[in-house]
């Protein structure tokens, strides 16, 4: 039977960027017989306006029983005075808790044509190809003891890093894993020279690498060197594994040395369903972009490289999303550009339906 994948394009401009997603898996389908059963549901605001929640157990349910779920972005100002408990956000946050997707891979890749565009020299940054994987649901974020509290005439706010090493080991796995279909190679970023929970990070990760992934590459480095390691020469790198906060920071960094918002996709991966795949959730970096939503300014191709990662890490289909992205590499390189993309010099952009139909014809000519 052909694999299942849940379309959730949510708000704004979600929806708009969904529809060029959906010609690329329907090209998938047409030209090169991968077939997948695709539903589509509501989320965020536009199932709070048509159920009264921004997630519906129907919803969550069918989430859970897919091999994938590819989601747009949802928010809006029309929701910013809703109950907490009812927001958009809240269907994406139960999404990933109930999925308990620990995994969050965050790629930095650049593509020549748009090297020009990086904040960084573009010798550093064309052709690179990096995935930073930040552990998402423990770390300094959640752990007990947290809150302000009062000793004495002074305010003390606290929050804990705690991590176990199942946790560790679970995010350590889903890296090793990774690097085997990239470059074969890891690299662990911590403090171990200042954190006890740095400490542990580095010995389970090591204990988990000997015992089983010997195969791979494996290095360690402290976070804040990795940092300059960073922005110094990114391409040395090929996976980075690391914790909540610090994939945080080192995550947005990495990402702004390759450009614009619209060009980065994202995925969230939790364990291996009885299937051998993961549970998965893949969403563009974006979020609702009401400013410029209903314009058909919209960038896709966010959402398009999301689909992409789906065919690699869920679908084992590595051959496919490369092609994928050698025709958004394709169209850039023919000096295609969504708004977002141009800078200074006078091109004038394409709509969001003429980037997707470009990247169409860029596959038809593949
Ligand atoms: P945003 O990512 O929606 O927009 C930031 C800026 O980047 C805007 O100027 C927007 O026009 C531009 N931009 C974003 N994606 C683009 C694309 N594909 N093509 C061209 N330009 C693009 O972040 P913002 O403005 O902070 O939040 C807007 C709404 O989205 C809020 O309600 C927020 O809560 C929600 N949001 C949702 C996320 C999600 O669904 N995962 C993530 C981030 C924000
Ligand atoms: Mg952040």
């Not at 020009?116 to 423990?138: H, N, P, W, Y």
């Not at 929050?159 to 990774?178: D, G, H, K, M």
Request: aromatic letters at 6%.
């Amino acid at each position: 039977s052909n694999p299942t994948l849940l379309i959730l394009p949510g708000d704004g401009i979600g929806p708009e960027v969904m529809t060029e997603v959906r010609k690329v898996i329907d090209w998938m389908g047409s030209s090169r017989g991968i077939s997948f059963d695709v539903s589509e549901a509501l989320v965020g605001g536009a199932s709070y306006d048509a159920h009264g929640t921004p997630l519906t157990d129907e919803t969550m349910e069918q989430a859970q029983s897919v091999d994938a779920v590819l989601l747009g972005a949802v928010g809006g100002p029309k929701y910013d005075d809703l109950d907490f408990s009812v927001k958009p956000e809240r269907g994406l946050l139960r999404l990933r808790k109930e999925m308990d997707l620990y995994a969050n891979l965050r790629p930095a890749q650049c593509f020549d044509a748009l090297a020009d565009f990086s904040s960084l020299k573009k010798d550093v940054v064309a052709g690179l190809d990096i995935m930073i994987i930040r552990e998402l649901t423990s770390g300094i974020y959640f752990g007990e003891p947290r809150g302000i509290i009062t000793e004495g005439n002074e305010r003390i706010g606290i929050n804990t890093q705690r991590y176990t090493e199942s946790e560790i080991a679970r995010v350590a796995r889903s890296a090793f894993e990774l690097a085997r279909k990239r470059g074969n190679k890891v690299c662990s970023m911590e403090k171990a020279n200042v954190m006890e929970s740095g400490v542990l990070w580095r010995r389970v990760v090591t204990e988990v690498h000997e015992a089983e992934y010997s195969d791979v590459e494996l290095s360690h480095m402290y976070a804040d060197a990795g940092a300059m390691q960073l922005c110094r020469w990114p391409k040395q790198f090929d996976v980075i594994v690391t914790d909540n906060l610090f994939g945080d920071l080192l995550s947005d960094a990495a990402a702004m040395l390759t450009g614009s918002l619209g060009m980065l996709p994202s995925a969230s991966l939790g364990a291996p369903m009885s299937n051998g795949r993961p549970k998965a959730l893949y969403e563009p970096v974006h979020g609702s972009a009401p400013d410029i939503a209903g314009q058909g300014k919209a960038n896709p191709i966010a959402c398009i490289l999301s689909f992409a990662m789906a065919l690699r890490y869920s679908f084992d289909l590595g051959e496919e999303a490369t092609r994928v992205e050698q025709a958004v590499e394709k169209v850039l390189a023919d000096g295609l550009r969504t708004a977002d993309l141009i800078g200074e010099e006078g091109v004038s952009p394409v709509s969001t339906s003429a980037m997707g139909d470009a990247i169409i014809a860029a596959l038809d000519a593949s």
